[in-house]
Every structure is written in structure tokens, then in C-alpha cells.
């Protein structure tokens, strides 16, 4: 069972992320989910039940929207606050290691916007790089991202019903993923 970090700022209104979801909650797996915008509006999280749950799984999903080349700010907030000194990391801070760290996001425009030849001169994968960092800080397995470009509905003229497709797609591959993950291969420390 996974554990899926649900981080979306507007996620009623959010066609993608709303069908991801629903695939996952209507498939035969079972994750728990924490929606953590609707439990935490405040941005006061409760760090024990955060920390709580990841201790109960093997597999933590993060699910969100690329916003600004990055994590929502909620999302953010969260990993600073639950990923705490001596449980993340620190001399006793192993209580993530080994788990694995799946980042998967849903980004509003089209995958070639993200190449070295594109809009943002860089592939996606390189963004993610601090969310990699912090998962190898706290011992734990990277497993590369899944994305799902195109998003928007104002993106290569997609429709709702190829948006919904495509959201379903993404969910199929996170179900796939979450069970047989594969770790990205672990960076070398600094010598």
C-alpha cells in the first residue's frame, strides 16, 4: 500500500488531477491519500500525523501540479515541516530510509517546451533535482518522475475528453509504478 501526498491548490477545479485521482481511488490497489491543501488550508500541518503516515508505508507518492517550474508552495511547506531534523535526517534521522520517493506531476504545457532547444532551455528532469537531493539526504529511493504534459486545456488544442484520456493514462502508469517501482540509480556521496 502507498501512501499518495495529494498537494493541489485548486484541485476541484482541476480537470487532470482530479481524473488521476479518481482512476487511482476506482483501482483495485489501495493507498491511503492525504489531500494535504484540504487538511492543512492554514498551511499549519500536523507534523506527528504526517510523519505517522509515511512511517506506515514503503512507497510515498507525490501528487501535484508543476507550478512555476516547482513544487506548490504547500507542498514545499510540507516536506520542510514533516521531513524534520532526527526523523528525516540528522545522526537518528532514518526513519525514511529505504522507502521509496516518487514524485508525479502534471505540468499545463507541452513536453517539448521542456527541452534545451525549448521555452524553458531545460528538460524536465532537471527541475526535479532539489526533490531528488532531498530524497537521497533522507536515504531514500528516488524513482524517476512521472509526467504528464499538455495539461491545460489551452495546450496543442486538447479537448476535456483527451485531457480526461490522457489523465487516466498517467494514472494507469502510476498504478504500474507503485507496484514494481524502480529506484533511479543512487548518486555517488561527496568524497
Not at 20 to 29: N, P, R, T, Y
Not at 62 to 82: G, R, S, T
Not at 130 to 149: G, R, V
Request: hydrophobic share 40%; aromatic share 12%.
Amino acid at each position: 500500500m502507498a501512501l499518495i501526498i495529494l498537494a493541489h491548490p485548486r484541485f476541484n477545479s482541476s480537470l487532470a488531477n482530479k481524473t488521476i485521482m479518481e482512476e487511482l481511488q476506482s483501482s483495485s490497489e489501495h493507498h491511503e491519500i492525504r489531500n494535504i491543501h484540504s487538511l492543512y488550508p492554514d498551511y499549519k500541518i500536523d507534523v506527528l500525523a504526517e510523519q505517522e503516515a509515511l512511517l506506515r508505508h514503503g512507497i510515498i507518492l507525490l501528487q501535484y501540479p508543476f507550478y512555476w517550474l516547482n513544487l506548490p508552495a504547500i507542498l514545499k511547506h510540507w516536506i520542510d515541516e514533516v521531513f524534520a531534523y532526527q526523523f528525516a535526517y540528522g545522526s537518528q534521522g532514518d526513519k525514511l530510509k529505504g522507502k521509496n520517493l516518487i514524485p508525479s506531476f502534471t505540468v499545463g504545457a507541452a513536453e517539448k517546451e521542456y527541452l534545451l532547444s525549448g521555452k524553458h532551455h531545460m528538460r524536465i528532469y532537471e527541475f526535479c533535482k532539489s526533490l531528488e537531493h532531498t530524497a537521497y539526504y533522507a536515504q531514500m529511493n528516488y524513482i524517476d518522475p512521472i509526467c504528464f504534459f499538455g495539461a491545460s486545456l489551452n495546450v496543442e488544442a486538447f479537448t476535456e475528453e483527451e485531457v480526461k484520456r490522457n489523465a487516466q493514462q498517467h494514472a494507469q502508469k502510476i498504478i504500474k509504478i507503485l507496484k514494481d517501482p524502480e529506484p533511479a540509480p543512487v548518486a555517488v556521496p561527496f568524497e
